[in-house]
């Protein structure tokens, strides 16, 4: 095992690390009896990464003594369901008989909120690993202990608070991920360079090409600026009520709302409408004059851009936006909040965006 960086994070009897580093995953079984919490793993995973990386964790976890089974479900989002959970809670329940069990997630963060809900409601609460094999989990589902499954009528409907007992962030890893999921993570490490960290903006700025080429040592520098970052705010507001954590959900409002009005269809995926957001956002913030330099936002436009990833919701009806962005959780009654950013490294919760600036940021986001 190479060297590693670990990041505690700090809330009481859930605190837990999250280390960072790469070639970790052959060294699991020594973390996993470090941390006391049984005997017997349930591994969560699909078939795409258990045939990537299966038989590395199941020889790591055996070497040290723990046995081994894995449970596949569906590769999407799919596989956040009430369905497939009773289903996974059922064979695990067979599986248990008195075993010391615990789970572990090893996927994206589709196989980390329902594995993580999954370990939150058995016996209410076994102990739970998060693996997490993509940028975008790696930097934030991972961390923070929200856990979910979907309804139909909305994603992450039914869910938990409930930490992890460790995050292996293992950067070999994302050498086997599709360039557009490395992406699909990237514009969330954008958005903490925006929130909070002007240095880890200027850092993508000057190795963007790095970054997508895979680079380890980049990576290895973007996901621990990042997975401090939302350290932070976990550690200030673990159950989103203080309102430090909705900082997180900047370009996120409108991001959502370009997700449901394309009907969820893949056309643009959680970053890249996430990244147009994040755009939109800083449109409002110029014409609410909460932005007062308005290079700062053609500099966050420029590296969006030059990340690949896209700027305009083209071809996408204004009004259903609109209307998609108006059930954002953020909002409450009439009041339009917005989290928009003042410079690169700073946000602000504005409590009453008016309408007309929205539609006219969204009209601006779907022009061509
Ligand atoms: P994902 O889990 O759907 O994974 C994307 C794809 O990459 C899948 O096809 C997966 O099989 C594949 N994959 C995963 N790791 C791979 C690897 N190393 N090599 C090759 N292929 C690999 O997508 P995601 O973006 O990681 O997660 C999205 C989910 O995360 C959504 O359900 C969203 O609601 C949730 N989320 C949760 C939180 C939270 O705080 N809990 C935060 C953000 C997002
Ligand atoms: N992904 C947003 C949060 O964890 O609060």
């Known amino acids: 095992m190479r060297a590693m960086r670990k990041i505690r994070v700090r809330l009481k009897d859930r605190s837990y690390d999250i280390v960072i580093g790469r070639g970790l995953l052959s060294s699991l079984g020594l973390f996993v009896k470090k941390l006391r919490i049984g005997r017997a793993a349930v591994v969560v995973t699909n078939k795409r990464v258990f045939k990537l990386y299966g038989k590395t964790v199941k020889k790591a ?15 999407t989002e799919r596989a956040k369901s009430l369905e497939i959970m009773a289903g996974l809670l059922g064979r695990i329940s067979r599986y248990d008989r008195k075993r010391d069990l615990f789970l572990i997630a090893l996927g994206g963060g589709v196989i980390g909120d329902l594995a ?29 202990g929200k856990t979910a499954v979907d309804l139909p009528l909305a994603k992450n409907l039914v869910g938990a608070f409930y930490q992890p ?13 599709p360039k557009r999921e ?18 880890l903006f200027f850092f993508i700025e000057r190795n963007r090409k790095k970054i ?7 990576l290895e520098h973007i996901i621990l600026s990042s997975s401090s970052i939302k350290r932070a705010l ?22 959502h709302a370009i997700e449901a009005a394309s009907a969820y269809s893949g056309r643009y995926n959680h970053g890249e409408a996430v990244a147009i957001g994040m755009i939109a956002a800083a449109n409002i913030a110029i014409k609410m004059g909460v932005m007062k330099d308005a290079r700062d936002a053609v500099r966050l436009y420029k590296l969006i851009a030059s990340c690949g990833l896209p700027v305009k919701a083209r071809g996408l009806s204004p009004d259903r936006i609109f209307s998609a962005q108006l059930c954002d959780k953020k909002h409450s009654g009439r009041d339009l909040k917005f989290i928009l950013p003042i410079e690169i490294g700073k ?17 601006e986001m779907t022009r061509a």
């Open 234 to 255: 976990v550690e200030k507001d673990e159950l989103d009520k203080k309102g430090a954590r909705a900082m997180l959900n900047y370009g996120h409002t409108l991001g």
């Open 182 to 199: 490395l992406k699909n993570g990237l514009a969330e490490i954008i958005k903490y360079g925006v929130i909070k960290d002007k240095a």
């Open 212 to 218: 997508l080429d895979g680079d380890a040592s980049a």
């Open 61 to 75: 976890l055996e070497k040290s003594g723990v046995s081994v089974k894995f449970e596949m479900v569906p590769e």
């Open 116 to 144: 993580g809900f999954t370990a939150a409601t058995y016996k209410r609460g076994v102990p739970y690993i998060q693996i997490p094999t993509t940028l975008l989990a790696q930097v934030d589902s991972a961390i923070g």
């Open 165 to 177: 007992r460790l995050v292996l962030s293992d950067v070999s890893i994302l050498k086997s991920l």
């Open 347 to 363: 946000v602000r919760v504005v409590p009453r965006v008016p309408e007309a600036v929205i539609r006219s940021a969204i009209t």
